[in-house]
């Protein structure tokens, strides 16, 4: 086949493959053409403060300004494989440069109109690729998780939160350490998970917040800038340009901005996908315990072998795409904050995995929505399974008689209940055969587990608290 017969069928990684319609949102910021743009920018923007200073002799009007500008604002599909022939082939009489960010200042200097040639000396002025790459990464992955990841999961969360309120009141038998336990309701349950994720989304909102950026040269000390000019005051304006794209300022750095930043998003993210993977556990239990049926697509095969199947595959995905993007976030997290003394290039080629990691997770959000929009609770197999289990009753049992002196009583239902299956006709003869007034042997016989929930109802309304 020839190079142009190659399409998503041929792809080497699922993301760009099987998965394209859904990693497709994030092209715009985890592409090397993204990167090629945002490097594009802080270059642009750079010549532009530069032009502020009085010290330098470059001067813009607005007119120039805005033209600087559009370079970044419209570069497009052409624009980028421009920069990769100048990378890699050599373009318009450069030779290829073998240097991705060399070859964006070449791009700069042949795209410049021939009234702007003046600029040509000042573009990467003191600059070390760095300078350019640490701002361009962070003007990417911060974007990349508010506009794309955050955004998902918030739909996660508001749809546990619909189904929290939809279903606040209905009992379901609760496991502790995989058995019978104390009842809850269904809607509590999802009012947690809705919980979780909106703390740990939070988390991630102040990681994106907090991404800093360094223009401090080759080591970290602006050393040429002060060279050139000695007089200006480097680390104000240093400050000023990270601030003014949006980022915090890093003051102390290396030739490396030192990324520990970055490995606070990635565990955050990390901490939200951690949630999802405990969610889409429990769904599947919850599945394969009845307690959940499934809206079957028409035409969806769950089995290939037994047609009666409706599978919980969505949450199954999201599961294992949740899982892989962990593992991703934890390599590159322990991996970023680390470069020989002032700077060795092996980060590099680790940072341009940024884009499958946040796409794993993109996937898991996806696939835990479209789970989650195809489950309806099972109320006759819960209240079934809640008649079927009367034991769970013997808290409530042990507590009340507690309440009325009774030192023994929880030695009293102990003897009744552990390991047997009892019955509330058996519950009943004991309360016959208790020392406790007309009123507290009624409250007792009163007791049901489908009613054992507490406040399980009440609580859902913390999530709008």
């Known amino acids: 086949m020839t190079e142009d017969e190659f399409g998503p069928l041929f792809a080497v990684s699922p993301l760009d493959g099987r998965y394209a319609g859904r990693t497709a949102p994030l092209r715009e910021y985890a592409s090397e053409a993204a990167l090629m743009r945002a490097r594009v920018r802080v270059e642009t923007e750079y010549l532009v403060a530069l032009a502020d200073l009085d010290a330098t002799p470059l001067e813009l009007d607005d007119d120039e300004r805005r033209t600087l500008r559009s370079l970044h604002e419209e570069f497009d599909a052409e624009d980028a494989r421009v920069v990769k022939a100048l990378e890699t082939e050599g373009y318009a009489g450069y030779q290829a440069t073998n240097h991705d960010v060399k070859a964006v200042e070449y791009f700069l200097r042949h795209a410049l109109?021939?009234?702007?040639?003046?600029?040509?000396?000042?573009?990467?002025?003191?600059?070390?690729?760095?300078?350019?790459?640490?701002?361009?990464?962070?003007?990417?992955?911060?974007?990349?998780?508010?506009?794309?990841?955050?955004?998902?999961?918030?739909?996660?969360?508001?749809?546990?939160?619909?189904?929290?309120?939809?279903?606040?009141?209905?009992?379901?038998?609760?496991?502790?350490?995989?058995q019978p336990a104390t009842p809850t309701t269904f809607g509590k349950e999802m009012a947690v998970y809705a919980a979780r994720i909106g703390r740990a989304t939070g988390r991630v909102e102040?990681?994106?917040?907090?991404?800093?950026?360094?223009?401090?040269?080759?080591?970290?000390?602006?050393?040429?800038?002060?060279?050139?000019?000695?007089?200006?005051?480097?680390?104000?304006?240093?400050?000023?340009?990270?601030?003014?794209?949006?980022?915090?300022?890093?003051?102390?750095?290396?030739?490396?901005?030192?990324?520990?930043?970055?490995?606070?998003?990635?565990?955050?993210?990390?901490?939200?996908?951690?949630?999802?993977?405990?969610?889409?556990?429990?769904?599947?239990?919850?599945?394969?315990?009845?307690?959940?049926?499934?809206?079957?697509?028409?035409?969806?095969?769950?089995?290939?072998?037994?047609?009666?199947?409706?599978?919980p595959i969505d949450f199954e995905n999201s599961e294992g795409n949740c899982s892989k993007a962990n593992s991703d976030l934890v390599f590159l997290a322990d991996y970023v904050t680390t470069s020989r003394l002032q700077r060795d290039l092996s980060d590099s080629t680790v940072k341009r995995n940024v884009g499958a990691a946040l796409s794993y997770c993109l996937l898991g959000y996806l696939k835990a929505q479209d789970g989650l929009s195809k489950v309806v609770p099972n109320e006759q197999v819960m209240r079934e399974e809640l008649e079927a289990t009367p034991e769970i009753i013997g808290e409530a049992v042990q507590t009340i008689l507690r309440r009325e002196g009774h030192e023994d009583a929880y030695e009293h239902v102990k003897d009744l209940t552990r390991g047997e299956r009892v019955t509330l006709a058996d519950f009943r003869d004991l309360f016959d055969d208790l020392d406790v007034d007309a009123d507290t042997r009624e409250e007792l016989r009163a007791l049901t587990p489908a009613g054992y929930t507490g406040l399980a109802d009440e609580l859902v309304d913390e999530l709008d608290g």
């Open 206 to 311: 102040r990681a994106v917040d907090g991404l800093s950026g360094k223009l401090a040269g080759a080591s970290g000390t602006y050393a040429a800038h002060v060279a050139a000019y000695p007089d200006v005051d480097w680390r104000t304006f240093s400050r000023e340009f990270v601030e003014g794209l949006g980022l915090e300022h890093a003051p102390l750095a290396t030739q490396v901005n030192p990324c520990d930043d970055l490995a606070e998003l990635f565990d955050a993210l990390r901490g939200v996908n951690d949630v999802l993977l405990d969610l889409d556990r429990d769904m599947w239990l919850y599945v394969s315990d009845r307690y959940l049926g499934q809206e079957a697509t028409e035409g969806e095969t769950g089995s290939s072998t037994m047609p009666h199947k409706v599978n």
């Open 113 to 178: 109109p021939d009234d702007l040639d003046r600029v040509s000396p000042w573009i990467h002025f003191g600059l070390t690729s760095e300078d350019v790459n640490n701002l361009a990464h962070r003007l990417l992955v911060g974007p990349a998780v508010e506009s794309v990841l955050l955004p998902e999961l918030a739909a996660v969360r508001d749809e546990l939160a619909a189904m929290a309120r939809e279903h606040r009141d209905l009992p379901m038998l609760a496991r502790t350490h995989g």
